[in-house]
């Protein structure tokens, strides 16, 4: 058993992590760890945002530790709402207010479905000792559907159709996005990057 620190207090994340993973490892997360600062959040890619997380928690914590950091880019709004995805409509705005803002902005452009093209990001930093140790990204493309469908997944889920799919994430079986998302992908290069310093 392998253990890893998600430098997260978002239990959606924290879940989709250790069901990619597997029973190999124990993911735990920074929930119950009150006195721990949360790590600002101002870097202008999922990547430096990833980075801040990982090495702010690393100094706290030994072993394996994990920033994430990940969201929606909608070409249409020229990456929007990008590295803003989690606060698009306020910095403690739910899952539905967002989805209802980028919704309405969407619709102002008068795009068609079929031409709203868009992406999910993701972004991991291992870090250690206050140090960045590696990166990965990893990209699914799709599109936006106007309407949401499904009460699975979380976030922005239920209106993006990953390409090659007639389901969104929210009406797919997790195990299904758990082999295409971009989390998915960014993981695998993570564990990749793991077996080869005999670290797993």
Do not use: W
Not at 24 to 29: G, I, K, P, S, Y
Not at 89 to 95: E, F, L, R, T
Not at 133 to 159: C, H, K, N, S, W
């Amino acid at each position: 058993m392998h253990h890893l620190l998600l430098a997260t207090r978002n239990s959606h994340k924290t879940r989709e992590v250790a069901e990619i993973l597997g029973a190999r490892f124990e993911v735990r997360d920074l929930t119950g760890e009150s006195e721990l600062p949360a790590a600002d959040e101002t870097g202008a890619t999922f990547a430096e945002n990833a980075i801040m997380k990982a090495r702010g928690t690393s100094e706290y914590f030994p072993g394996l530790v994990v920033g994430d950091d990940s969201g929606l880019e909608v070409d249409v709004l020229h990456g929007a709402p990008g590295v803003l995805s989690a606060r698009y409509a306020g910095p403690h705005a739910i899952d539905q207010r967002n989805l209802d803002k980028l919704l309405a902005e969407i619709a102002r452009e008068r795009t068609p479905d079929t031409r709203c093209h868009a992406r999910f990001r993701c972004a991991l930093a291992r870090a250690e000792k206050g140090h960045l140790l590696q990166t990965f990204e990893g990209v699914v493309e799709g599109t936006i559907v106007r309407t949401p469908r499904g009460a699975m997944g979380f976030g922005y889920d239920p209106i993006f159709l990953p390409n090659g799919f007639e389901e969104t994430f929210a009406e797919m079986p997790a195990a299904t996005k758990n082999r295409i998302s971009h989390r998915a992908r960014a993981i695998a290069q993570l564990l990749e990057s793991l077996a080869d310093r005999e670290d797993c």
